[in-house]
């Protein structure tokens, strides 16, 4: 955990969220600002600062965020699509250090998608 990190302060519950998902390696949250019908965030609880600092080791965690996010996406109806993105970098539009999916659907996707 990162003391200055939001998310991290989310995952301990030190900021109380509703929480769509939550487990001991994964949770997930309803974006503020949704970009679609459906926007959730799905993020480990341990903090990684984004996609690029993932080593071969992070295998599991990654399976348990891509699976949390299809269980998600099913429990929202979501079978005609849907689409993860991973910010990562200012430039890549990263907002919050610790890395995190974007679970989007509920409308038709376009490509390409910046």
């Known amino acids: 955990?990162?003391?200055?990190?939001?998310?991290c302060r989310m995952a301990s519950g030190e900021i109380p969220v509703p929480k769509v998902h939550e487990?001991?390696?994964v949770f997930a949250i309803r974006d503020i600002n949704p970009q679609a019908?459906?926007?959730?965030?799905v993020m480990p609880v341990a903090h990684v600062p984004s996609?690029?600092?993932?080593?071969?080791?992070?295998?599991?965690?990654?399976a348990r965020l891509f699976s949390v996010a299809a269980r998600i996406a099913a429990g929202d109806g979501l079978e005609a699509g849907?689409?993860?993105?991973?910010?990562?970098?200012?430039?890549g539009g990263q907002t919050v250090p610790h890395l995190h999916l974007h679970l989007l659907g509920?409308?038709?996707?376009?490509?390409?998608?910046g």
């Open 106 to 113: 509920g409308r038709s996707m376009h490509w390409p998608p």
């Open 51 to 62: 996609a690029a600092a993932l080593t071969d080791a992070d295998g599991p965690l990654l």
């Open 1 to 7: 955990m990162s003391a200055d990190c939001l998310f």
């Open 82 to 91: 849907w689409r993860l993105v991973s910010n990562v970098g200012p430039d």
């Open 23 to 25: 487990d001991d390696l």
């Open 37 to 41: 019908p459906t926007h959730v965030l």
